[in-house]
């Protein structure tokens, strides 16, 4: 056998892990992107719609930071968890990589800002924000947790 075939088998089959690292998600994988994706769309509805009034009477921003809080233990595990995927896969910077996935999201509502009147986009997407608001973290993950074909996930999820 070749001297070089021999060396190459053996580089190979010593690659670390992340080399052989799936691009796909996982379940756990997606559901942490939706996740982060439903909150950035929060964020910018509440940006948005802040002069509007929730059923308690609050600013819907002041709601979505009472919403963050209430549940920062959840999206800090979302992010750690897509944080976790991005370096296993080899991505460069993986916390700017985060905050570029987090803007393209919240992008991608302020589209629909720009393409509405304000007083529309508001009647339109400010209930998000009450409903949000009363989920528990069971709910919020099972929110996440499902795939919706218009909002699908950055990287397709593994076949098994």
């Known amino acids: 056998m070749k001297t070089w075939v021999y060396f190459t088998f053996l580089a190979v089959c010593f690659l670390p892990s992340t080399v052989w690292a799936k691009a796909c998600y996982d379940k756990r994988e997606a559901e942490a992107e939706q996740g982060i994706r439903i909150h950035s769309e929060l964020m910018v509805i509440g940006l948005n719609c802040a002069h509007m009034a929730d059923a308690n009477g609050n600013n819907l921003y002041v709601e979505f930071k009472k919403f963050t809080k209430k549940h920062e233990a ?54 998000r924000i009450e409903q949000a608001s009363k989920m528990n973290q069971e709910d919020i993950r099972k929110w996440a947790a499902t795939p919706y074909p218009q909002y699908p996930v950055s990287q397709p999820v593994c076949k098994n």
């Open 74 to 127: 959840l999206f800090a595990k979302y992010e750690d968890i897509i944080l976790t995927y991005m370096q296993k896969n080899g991505t460069a910077k993986p916390e700017k990589a985060m905050h570029t996935l987090r803007t393209n999201f919240a992008n991608k509502i302020s589209n629909d800002v720009a393409t509405m009147r304000p007083d529309i986009f508001c009647r339109t997407y400010a209930s």
